[in-house]
Structures are given as C-alpha cells and as structure tokens.
C-alpha cells in the first residue's frame, strides 16, 4: 500500500474506533466539523435529498482507501485478516488457561445475528483451553445489556466480548468494564477507546458505494433508480445510503424514489410495483440491505418487466434467485464470519500477544464471477453466505442446513 494510504488509515483509526460503525444502532454522532453539511457529498442533488447527519467525510475517505487495501493474513481464514493492522501490546493481561470468556449480545432477533451466534458459539468449542463460554442475550434493550455487563464483570470472567446494542448509550458501560476485564468490542462500535480491540468488517461506506458503482456501470446515461431503505437513523444503514448518495451525485442516473421497506417484504414488492405504474420503466434498484431483494425482484416479474440491475446480498434465497433468473446483480456483503473473531482475539489476549487496535476485516463482494463460490446447496433461505462456518464441527446442520 502508498504510504500515504496508509497515513489515511492510520489517522482515521481512532474516528473508526469511537463513532457508530456497525450494524443497526439508531444513535445519531455527536456534532462534529467534519460531519458533512446536507448536499455537501456532490455538485448537484440527483434526486437523492439531503446527505444524512451520519456522513463523517474522514470515515468516508478511510472505507473507500480500505477497499483498496490488501488484508494481512491467509486469505483461507479472513475473520482472520486485518486491513493495515497498528498492533497493540496485550502483555498486562497475560495468563494460564482455562480461560472464562463472557459475552454481552445486543440481540439474536434477525437472521444475520443467528447466524453469527452460532458461529461463534462453534468456535469458542474448538478451543480446549475455554472452559466456561457465560453469554447474556439483551433482547435489543440497552438498559438490559446495561444490567448484563454489570452481571458479567460479577462472574470471574477473564475476557469481557461485547457486540453493543446501541453505541452512544452503552458507552458508559463498556467505560466501566475496562476498568475490571479486558474488553473486546465487535460488530457495533462504542464511543471510547478502551476496549483492547475493536472488530469489524470495513463498514456501511464500502457497502453502499460498491452497490452504486455497479449500478453506475450497468444502468445506461440518464436511467431512472429506484432506492429502498430499510429505516431512517440506523447507523449502519445511513452510511450505505449516504455513500451511494456521494455516487449517485457524481453520476448521470437520476434517483427517482428514495423509500423506506421497514425490512418488509410485501411492502418492498408493493413500492416497486407503484414505482414501475408510476414511471414505465424502472432501470436499476439499489438496496441498503438485501433481506427483501427478492421481493423486489419479483415485483417486475409479476408486472411482466424485464428485472433491471439490482444489489442484495448474500442470504441464499437472493443468491439463489439471482443464478435461476440470470439477473445482473451484485451482493456487498457485511461478512457474518466476524462473530469468530472475537473469540481468537481473546485468546490472543490472554496469552499476551499482539492484537490490532482497530481490526478491520476484509469484506467481500459477490459478483457474477465468483456468485457460484457462494451459492450453497443445501442450505436455508436466509442462510448467510459469508458465515465463514464451513470449517466448523457440526455445519452443515447446526445452521439449518442439510448434508
């Protein structure tokens, strides 16, 4: 990588480290000076409103250096990889197993968070020197996770794992917890620097951006775009769409429809179905998140239209959908392998060695070249691609799957 990439994300890593940055907290950033003004993100408004209180420009510019950047690592165990790890010392927590390791889960109330539990869970059993795994499952509800990190910091946990359920408000916790057991905080990020290592795939940024410019790409001159979000004030979410709002600006497609599905996916199919009476014609569908892709898709199938270039994402009845239809797609990914991480960084923890201080992890993109790579036989509809599960005890059935 240019040195001056690598200046980038190194300046960048402690913005990376105490802002939102992972999936689903409805915390808003504080006010900020490099918190772009609405409109800011392009020479023009393509139909795509105001930029999002979300956009931080130097956030932005360290995904998009990340997306270039090559990962450390065997590419064969990428919930092992960092991109442009600064390593920090861990000696002071060095100590003989069995080690206890605690986790404080925000929820297990969608798809990807099941799937990612149960990854986690196959891999903390891979390890001898793990004796006691003690998780809490706060329901989505911060003032039980509060609770749950104050339970667990009472039960001679040796590593504190945290996937917070919102950032802003746990930040006073996850303080607290530092003080008594090396924490690790993963998936959702948290406004302190204390914990040890915060894990995490590249970010909403990446996602959004890599979406748009595919659409950018296929959708000729002047095409008409159709935008659905899930909801409004998602941190996560809020990122993809203001980065395809920043290349959506740039470009010469015009966004006809920037609406909300709430994650629905007969409401999905009914917006698509008004946009395509609406506008005769309906070019390219970009997609914050892609649990209704496939609703979406079949929107125009049932109006009789061909299905234009469309994103999802890599649960498997969208990639199913997408090889059976011929479609032109492509799946940004916000990879469910990172819930093994946490688990071999607390290990590295407590053995006193080296771990990056921010450990940003590849994230991959599902093209039509690799979408065969993917598509898993066997395996349930919402069944996420990426788990990185293949290699543990008990896959192909513990996550739903059939031999």
């Given at each position: 990588?240019?040195?001056?990439s690598?200046r980038l994300?190194?300046s960048?890593?402690?913005?990376?480290l105490t802002?939102?940055?992972?999936?689903?907290?409805?915390?808003r950033?504080p006010?900020?000076?490099?918190?772009a003004?609405?409109g800011?993100?392009?020479?023009?408004?393509?139909g795509?409103?105001?930029q999002s209180?979300?956009?931080?420009?130097?956030?932005?510019?360290?995904?998009m250096a990340?997306?270039?950047?090559?990962?450390?690592?065997?590419p064969?165990?990428?919930w092992?990889?960092?991109?442009?790890?600064?390593?920090v010392?861990?000696?002071?927590?060095?100590?003989?197993?069995?080690y206890h390791l605690?986790?404080?889960?925000a929820?297990?109330?969608?798809?990807?968070?099941?799937v990612?539990?149960?990854?986690?869970q196959?891999?903390?059993?891979?390890?001898?020197?793990?004796t006691?795994f003690?998780a809490?499952?706060?329901?989505?509800?911060?003032d039980?996770?509060?609770?749950?990190?104050?339970?667990?910091q009472?039960k001679?946990?040796?590593?504190l794992?945290v996937s917070?359920?919102?950032?802003?408000t746990l930040?006073?916790?996850?303080s607290?917890?530092?003080a008594?057991?090396p924490?690790?905080?993963f998936?959702?990020g948290v406004?302190?620097d204390?914990p040890?290592?915060f894990?995490?795939?590249?970010?909403g940024?990446a996602?959004?951006?890599e979406?748009a410019?595919?659409?950018?790409?296929?959708?000729?001159?002047?095409?008409?775009?159709?935008?659905l979000?899930i909801l409004?004030?998602?941190?996560v979410?809020?990122?993809?769409?203001?980065a395809?709002?920043?290349?959506?600006?740039?470009?010469d497609?015009?966004?006809?429809?920037?609406?909300?599905?709430?994650g629905?996916a007969?409401?999905t199919?009914?917006i698509v179905?008004?946009?395509?009476q609406?506008?005769?014609?309906i070019?390219?569908v970009?997609?914050?998140?892609?649990?209704?892709?496939?609703?979406?898709?079949?929107?125009?199938e049932?109006?009789?239209r061909?299905?234009?270039?469309?994103?999802g994402?890599?649960q498997?009845?969208f990639l199913?959908k997408w090889?059976?239809a011929?479609?032109?797609?492509?799946a940004?990914t916000?990879?469910?392998?990172?819930?093994?991480?946490?688990v071999?960084?607390?290990?590295k923890i407590?053995?006193?060695?080296?771990v990056?201080?921010v450990?940003?992890?590849?994230?991959p993109?599902?093209?039509q070249?690799?979408?065969?790579?993917y598509l898993?036989?066997g395996?349930?509809?919402l069944?996420?691609?990426l788990?990185g599960?293949?290699?543990?005890?008990g896959?192909?059935g513990?996550?739903?799957g059939t031999?």
């Amino acid at each position: 990588m240019r040195s001056s990439s690598r200046r980038l994300l190194a300046s960048a890593a402690l913005a990376v480290l105490t802002l939102p940055a992972a999936a689903c907290t409805s915390d808003r950033p504080p006010p900020s000076a490099s918190v772009a003004p609405a409109g800011s993100s392009g020479p023009r408004d393509k139909g795509t409103g105001a930029q999002s209180k979300f956009f931080v420009q130097t956030d932005y510019d360290a995904q998009m250096a990340m997306r270039r950047a090559q990962p450390t690592g065997s590419p064969a165990r990428p919930w092992e990889q960092s991109i442009d790890p600064q390593l920090v010392d861990t000696a002071t927590y060095k100590k003989a197993a069995p080690y206890h390791l605690c986790f404080s889960n925000a929820a297990v109330d969608n798809p990807w968070r099941q799937v990612g539990w149960k990854t986690m869970q196959a891999e903390a059993a891979l390890h001898k020197e793990i004796t006691r795994f003690t998780a809490l499952d706060a329901e989505g509800k911060d003032d039980k996770q509060i609770s749950d990190i104050a339970e667990l910091q009472g039960k001679g946990c040796d590593v504190l794992i945290v996937s917070p359920n919102t950032t802003a408000t746990l930040t006073p916790a996850v303080s607290g917890a530092c003080a008594k057991v090396p924490v690790i905080v993963f998936d959702r990020g948290v406004r302190t620097d204390c914990p040890v290592t915060f894990i995490k795939p590249i970010g909403g940024y990446a996602f959004g951006s890599e979406a748009a410019e595919f659409l950018i790409d296929k959708v000729r001159p002047g095409g008409k775009i159709l935008a659905l979000r899930i909801l409004p004030g998602v941190d996560v979410l809020e990122t993809r769409w203001s980065a395809a709002k920043v290349a959506f600006d740039k470009s010469d497609l015009e966004v006809v429809g920037v609406e909300f599905t709430d994650g629905d996916a007969a409401k999905t199919k009914s917006i698509v179905s008004d946009y395509i009476q609406r506008h005769g014609e309906i070019d390219g569908v970009w997609m914050d998140s892609g649990a209704t892709a496939v609703a979406a898709v079949e929107a125009f199938e049932d109006a009789g239209r061909p299905v234009p270039p469309i994103n999802g994402e890599d649960q498997q009845d969208f990639l199913k959908k997408w090889s059976d239809a011929k479609l032109t797609a492509i799946a940004p990914t916000y990879p469910t392998y990172q819930w093994r991480t946490p688990v071999i960084a607390a290990l590295k923890i407590l053995k006193g060695e080296q771990v990056p201080k921010v450990w940003n992890l590849p994230q991959p993109t599902i093209t039509q070249d690799n979408l065969a790579t993917y598509l898993k036989p066997g395996m349930p509809p919402l069944h996420y691609a990426l788990c990185g599960c293949e290699d543990l005890p008990g896959y192909p059935g513990t996550w739903g799957g059939t031999p």
